[in-house]
C-alpha cells in the first residue's frame, strides 16, 4: 500500500510568482485535504476535494486554488504569492465511503518566499 | 466555530515514565471526531490514536490511551513507558464530521529524556 506522497520537498519563489503544489492520495483514497502549517503553529485548513469537486474551504483567499484528478491526486496552486504564504503544506488523503474516516497525511512541502 | 486547545507548549518525561498532554476542544455538535497526530522533525504528521465522541470507551493503541471527557470536553493523551522515539511535536484536533476539515489546537512539544 503506497502513502500520501507530495512534490517538491522543498521550494523557493519570490512574492508575486506563482506555485503548484502536488499530492498523490493513498492508494485505494478518494479525498484530499490541504492545510498551510505556519512556523510554530498548527495546520489550517485551507480546502478538501472529493471526487474532483471542492468539498469545503477555510478561510483562504480565492488565489488558493487546487484540482483533484480522476486517479484522486491533486494540485494547490497558489497566485500572487506574499510573504506570510511561506509555510509547510500538507496534504491527507482519506477514503469516504459512510463512516468514521482518517485523514492521513504527506510529508509536506516547505515554501518559502522572498 | 470549533476550536481546539492545547494549553502545555512543552511537557518533558523521563524514558519508560508515564505522560499525559490535555487538550479541551469547543464543538456545538453531538457527534464529532477526535484525534491525535505526532509530528517529529521530519514533519510528517502521523495518526497516534482516535475517538469517536459517540463512543463511551476511552480509545487505546498500545501504549497510547486517551481520557475522553464529552460533557467536560476534554481528551487528554496519556503516553505510557515513553521512548525516546516518541519525541515529537503532538497535536490535537477535531472535526465536527466524518472526513470533514480537521481544526488543530497549537501543539505540544514533547520531550523524552534519557
Known amino acids: 500500500e503506497t502513502g500520501v506522497t507530495q512534490s517538491p520537498t522543498h521550494l523557493i519563489k519570490t512574492r508575486g510568482q506563482q506555485v503548484t503544489l502536488r499530492c498523490s492520495s493513498q492508494?485505494?483514497?478518494?479525498?484530499v485535504s490541504w492545510y498551510q502549517q505556519a512556523l510554530g503553529q498548527g495546520p489550517q485548513f485551507i480546502f478538501q476535494?472529493?471526487?474532483?469537486?471542492?468539498?469545503g474551504r477555510g478561510n483562504f483567499p480565492p488565489r488558493f486554488s487546487g484540482l483533484q484528478f480522476p486517479n484522486y491526486s491533486s494540485e494547490l496552486n497558489v497566485n500572487a504569492l506574499e510573504l506570510d504564504d511561506s509555510a509547510l503544506y500538507l496534504c491527507?488523503?482519506?477514503?469516504?465511503?459512510?463512516?468514521?474516516?482518517?485523514?492521513?497525511f504527506g510529508p509536506g512541502t516547505r515554501l518559502l518566499v522572498l | 466555530a470549533q476550536t481546539v486547545t492545547q494549553s502545555q507548549p512543552e511537557m518533558s518525561v523521563q524514558e519508560a515514565e508515564t505522560v499525559t498532554l490535555s487538550c479541551t476542544y469547543d464543538?456545538?455538535?453531538?457527534?464529532?471526531?477526535l484525534f491525535w497526530y505526532k509530528q517529529p522533525p521530519s514533519r510528517q504528521m502521523i495518526l497516534v490514536i482516535r475517538?469517536?465522541?459517540?463512543?463511551?470507551q476511552n480509545a487505546t493503541e498500545n501504549r497510547f490511551s486517551v481520557n475522553f471527557q464529552k460533557a467536560a470536553k476534554s481528551f487528554s493523551l496519556k503516553i505510557s513507558d515513553s521512548q525516546l522515539g516518541d519525541a515529537a511535536m503532538y497535536f490535537c484536533?477535531?472535526?465536527?464530521?466524518?472526513?470533514?476539515?480537521?481544526?488543530f489546537g497549537e501543539g505540544t512539544q514533547l520531550t523524552v529524556n534519557p
Open positions: 491527507a488523503s482519506s477514503l469516504r465511503r459512510g463512516g468514521p474516516e482518517t485523514q492521513y
Open positions: 492508494s485505494g483514497h478518494n479525498t
Open positions: 476535494y472529493y471526487r474532483e469537486e471542492e468539498n
Open positions: 464543538t456545538s455538535e453531538s457527534d464529532y471526531y
Open positions: 475517538q469517536e465522541a459517540y463512543k463511551q
Open positions: 484536533s477535531e472535526s465536527e464530521t466524518s472526513g470533514s476539515r480537521l481544526t
